[in-house]
T-cell receptor, first 115, second 112 residues
Framework: GAVVSQHPSWVICKSGTSVKIECRSL??????MFWYRQFPKQSLMLMAT?????????EQGVEKDKFLINHASLTLSTLTVTSAHPEDSSFYIC???????????FGPGTRLTVL | TQLLEQSPQFLSIQEGENLTVYCNSS?????LQWYRQEPGEGPVLLVT?????EVKKLKRLTFQFGDARKDSSLHITAAQPGDTGLYLC????????????FGAGTQVVVTP
């Protein structure tokens, strides 16, 4: 299967700062990437869908100005949490889906803690 | 609204016992995936089922996709402590930008 990496694996930041998380597909040329957040002992909540060269599609209730997504190349998508607050602390996971494949592969996740 | 109803939410069994996790929906999916997730890690794909009525086996794990492609089950035979984890089902929606709908997850704990 595809290999997806995320960087960093964990980050601690002060309230009000911005944090960038990278998601990179190592094996395939990912056409679509998804960004999820997950709270403890809960399932994944889709935040947005990202395609190379186009604007991300955000799920209802997700602030696009707060969670900036850039998908500059087929293999790289970034999520920037702007002006982070403690309630943004969560586990953020990306995944990729290659065109023609009906499966998504996940990155290892990024633990964000905002103090 | 959860399109994919996953049950049970929590399952605690002893080593050697069998268990079954269910995912049900009123929606039709083009495919359905099962994942296992360990704490602090991303979900790892176990299987993808595509054809209605399909049965796939992965060692002690048996996956079924309903005939109408609306439901699925995961059965583990003779569970081992290494099977402990959060099991997630995800259905591939046929529209909506190719998104996936996740179940709420089943936390499985297998004690020695």
């Amino acid at each position: 299967g595809a290999v997806v990496s995320q960087h960093p694996s964990w980050v601690i930041c002060k309230s009000g700062t911005s944090v960038k998380i990278e998601c990179r597909s190592l094996d395939f040329q990912a056409t679509t990437m998804f960004w999820y957040r997950q709270f403890p002992k809960q399932s994944l909540m889709l935040m947005a869908t990202s395609n190379e060269g186009s604007k991300a599609t955000y799920e209802q209730g997700v602030e696009k100005d707060k969670f900036l997504i850039n998908h500059a190349s087929l293999t790289l998508s970034t999520l920037t949490v702007t002006s982070a607050h403690p309630e943004d602390s969560s586990f953020y996971i990306c995944s990729e889906r290659t065109s023609g494949r009906d499966t998504q592969y996940f990155g290892p996740g990024t633990r964000l803690t905002v103090l | 609204t959860q399109l994919l109803e996953q049950s049970p939410q929590f399952l605690s069994i002893q080593e050697g016992e069998n268990l079954t996790v269910y995912c049900n929906s009123s929606s039709v999916f083009s495919s359905l995936q099962w994942y296992r997730q360990e704490p602090g890690e991303g979900p790892v794909l176990l299987v993808t089922v595509v054809t209605g009525g399909e049965v796939k086996k992965l060692k002690r794990l048996t996956f079924q996709f309903g005939d109408a492609r609306k439901d699925s089950s995961l059965h583990i035979t003779a569970a081992q402590p290494g099977d402990t984890g959060l099991y997630l089902c995800a259905g591939a929606l046929t529209d909506s930008w190719g998104k996936f709908q996740f179940g709420a997850g089943t936390q499985v704990v297998v004690t020695p």
